[in-house]
């Protein structure tokens, strides 16, 4: 190899790190990635995967499917088994905090092959890490072991933000994956997802290499391209588009450097305005906008002989941004002002990202201000609405959930719309047309993939009593895991109310329940999470006013409570608890009181979606026939209630009846569920909400943290002999098949 000559190779991740260890240099940055960068990582790869999945094709060869490009590193070698990385050190170290969630969920579900791939990608030898950075050692090792990283006032930035990142990751994998796509997502993670890297001669030449992509100006985007494109064909008016161009990317600079805002903005505008329904033109202007609007110039009327058109196209990018920035401002900052824009904040954390694109259908570039921020918070609310009503409904909230909301309910409705008004009556009409309510989540709680929404409607409930009694409450805070804690208010001891619930399983589903839960802070939570209900309640006092009302006594020191209490009708079950006040009751009275509070919390006039009446009913979108002669409401229906789990959809298949009873034996005894019309469990012990999936079903019936449910869920033939799901939908496949 030259002196400086420059070497690039393709490398799945099992080769990555195959016997070699990375290091960095001294001029490498802390471990900075954010919530929203590992998000975003983790969201994509776990869309990937499911397309990837969803093929049988692929399945049956995996080899023939496409990479998944991770994109390029650059690195220097010190040996054959050593390598120092230049550039890529943010997604290497992200890459192998995945790896080691998964191995510990490998090594609960028992899968062994699993577990022996990641611990090549995990170590070099079985004890040195394959990222080798010193400082990180610590929380990699706690990681590792499954035990909490406590952190200190000397930890650095890398540190603190590895252990946040580490719970983020081991949260979002349990949303993303059941157990039944474990196994298959890790052979696909390393098999089928790659990265370039590209090698230099060594550490001088590294840094080299280091100052030029750090220092240089970038390479030409897909938005430098489309801006050329526009330039090429305006004729005179090219300085002033020019201009209305930089301006526009002003607009979108808030309170950061985000040299994505503008790709991300144009896209949001196109979908919003110019995409059009079953012409592919959502997955191109994704995917490569500057070729979209080249292709589509008719449709956008952005033809040679009218190049005042190119001008008026970017001066509506322009207009729309400004409109746009105060909502773009709110989803990065929680601001308490008169604008009452927080759901947007919510919104973004809660993986709601294609807000952007139903706000800009709402948005009309000639819009008054007021109006464009009227209209974005109606529709911010609507979202945060749907999200919490699919949350306590117990229904998917992921990002195709949320898309399709987006892309096939919100937008062909809002584009018609022109006033706030006529956007408060349609998305008064969808609320109507949702359907469900809070009250009806009556066994609602924490489950093993939904911590994250739980602490939501938690943090939402706590908020909202705070600001009622006029005290000082921080939303963001309660949100932040580290802060705030889910706390139980029974501990995790069965035999301390044996004789009131002999059954574990009902124990466990009612300690588990909203009504059993609230928030505490982190630091009170590790010393007394272990009391008893009556001795835990007096410390509850200093807490917020959801935790602090159990205590006896406590409304009688603050009369905004009792004010709150006498407005809302709640005298009944926002309440204190005396010693002798059963679990059962306790958990049913501040079941029914949380979903009060929800109900007023989204209630739809509230927030300002007034119910639309049968003459003045707003036209929303029809249904129009999807391909091969099927109703696009089969497409409308995934996105306001459907499961995509394997039992929904045996179900939808005829493969399962509803009300169809199934089994699990756990320790010689049998555990009894059914299945619902959308493919939910019910466990027959507690009744009530439905689970989303079996290994959740199962895991509760058990006792345990994780459950193999399509393996060990039953049902019964006529016969009596017991059929696992898992076999019972791979006879039905190749059944098919043949």
């Known amino acids: 190899m030259g002196a400086d000559e420059i070497k690039s190779q393709g490398f799945s991740l099992k080769e990555l790190f195959r016997d070699v260890a990375y290091e960095i240099d001294y001029y490498q940055r802390d471990y900075t990635w954010g919530e929203d960068e590992v998000r975003t ?5 776990c869309d990937s995967f499911k397309g990837w999945s969803a093929d049988p094709a692929y399945l049956r060869r995996p080899g023939t499917a496409p990479q998944y490009f991770l994109g390029p590193f650059v690195y220097y070698e010190q040996s054959r088994s050593r390598r120092c990385l230049v550039d890529g050190q943010q997604r290497f170290v992200t890459l192998h905090l995945i790896f080691l969630q998964l191995r510990l969920l490998a090594q609960e579900f028992g899968y062994s092959r699993a577990v022996d791939r990641l611990n090549r990608v995990i170590t070099t030898d079985g004890e040195h890490f394959a990222v080798g950075i010193t400082d990180h050692e610590p929380v990699l090792r706690a990681v590792a072991e499954g035990r909490k990283y406590e952190t200190g006032a000397g930890d650095s930035l890398s540190r603190r933000n590895l252990w946040a990142r580490s719970q983020q990751i081991e949260s979002q994998l349990a949303e993303d994956l059941d157990a039944e796509n474990l196994h298959r997502f890790t052979e696909w993670l390393l098999d089928r997802v790659a990265l370039v890297g590209i090698r230099a001669a060594g550490p001088d030449h590294g840094y080299r290499m280091f100052e030029t992509m750090n220092d240089r100006g970038a390479r030409l985007t897909a938005v430098d391209l489309l801006k050329s494109h526009l330039l090429s064909h305006v004729g005179a008016n090219e300085d002033q588009l020019n201009t209305q161009w930089q301006e526009m990317l002003r607009e979108l600079t808030t309170d950061r450097e985000d040299p994505a805002a503008a790709s991300r903005f144009i896209k949001a505008f196109l979908l919003a305005r110019c ?18 609007v080249r292709r589509n110039a008719a449709h956008l009327g952005l033809v040679a002989e009218r190049p005042d058109r190119f001008l008026q196209f970017v001066q509506d990018l322009l207009k729309s941004a400004r409109l746009f920035r105060p909502l773009l401002a709110a989803s990065r900052e929680l601001k308490k002002d008169g604008d009452r824009l927080e759901t947007v904040l919510y919104n973004e954390r809660n993986g709601l990202h294609g807000q952007a694109v139903a706000v800009l259908a709402a948005i009309d570039p000639g819009d008054q201000p007021s109006d464009a921020k009227d209209k974005g918070r109606l529709v911010a609310a609507y979202m945060d609405r749907w999200y919490a009503l699919r949350v306590l409904q117990d229904l998917p909230v992921q990002s195709a959930d949320a898309d399709a909301l987006v892309h096939i309910t ?6 018609g719309c022109r006033t706030p008004n006529d956007v408060a009556a349609v998305l008064g009409g969808l609320a109507e047309r949702d359907g469900g309510s809070p009250g009806e989540a ?36 309660y949100l932040d895991r580290d802060r705030f804690h889910i706390e139980h208010l029974w501990a995790n001891h069965h035999h301390r109310v044996a004789q009131e619930i002999p059954d574990a399983v009902v124990f466990r589903s009612r300690r588990n329940q909203l009504g059993g839960l609230g928030l505490l802070m982190g630091r009170e939570n590790s010393s007394i999470n272990d009391l008893p209900l009556h001795d835990k309640s007096l410390l509850y006092a200093r807490s917020n006013v959801l935790l602090g009302v159990i205590a006896p006594g406590y409304d009688r020191r603050n009369p905004l409570l009792r004010e709150f209490i006498r407005t809302h009708r709640l005298d009944k079950i926002l309440r204190s608890f005396g010693p002798q006040e059963t679990m059962t009751s306790v958990v049913q ?15 739809p006039e509230r927030l300002g979606l007034p119910a639309v009446s049968a003459q003045s009913e707003p036209a929303l979108p029809s249904e129009p026939v999807a391909a091969q002669g099927h109703p696009a409401a089969a497409r409308r229906r995934s996105a306001t209630g459907r499961r995509r789990t394997d039992v929904a959809k045996m179900i939808d298949a005829q493969v399962l009846k509803p009300g169809t009873q199934i089994v699990l034996t756990y320790r010689s005894t049998d555990h ?10 019910i466990l027959n012990a507690t009744g009530g909400t439905p689970y989303g999936r079996v290994d959740e079903a199962g895991a509760v019936a058990r006792g345990t943290k994780t459950c193999q449910g399509m393996n060990e869920w039953h049902i019964e033939d006529e016969e009596g002999a017991r059929i696992s799901l898992r076999t019972l939908r791979d006879r039905t496949a190749a059944s098919s098949a043949r």
């Not at 990582?41 to 790869?45: G, N």
């Not at 059009?276 to 490569?288: L, V, Y």
């Not at 709680?445 to 908020?463: D, E, K, S, W």
């Not at 009275?589 to 209630?603: G, P």
Request: proline residues 2%; charged residues 25%; hydrophobic residues 40%.
């Open 410 to 415: 919100l937008v062909p409705a809002l584009r």
């Open 275 to 292: 995409a059009r329904e079953g012409q592919d033109d959502r997955r191109q202007i994704e995917t490569n906008l500057n070729v979209w």
């Open 41 to 45: 990582l983790l969201r994509d790869l």
């Open 442 to 477: 009556v066994t609602l709680g924490l489950r093993g993939n939904n911590a994250h929404q739980i602490r939501y409607l938690l943090a939402r409930a706590t908020a909202y009593v705070e600001e009622a009694c006029q005290r000082p409450h921080n939303v963001l805070a």
């Open 589 to 603: 009275t501040r079941q029914e009181l949380y979903l009060r509070l929800f109900e007023h919390i989204w209630n």
């Open 672 to 681: 009894w569920a059914t299945v619902d019309e959308n493919g939910g469990i």
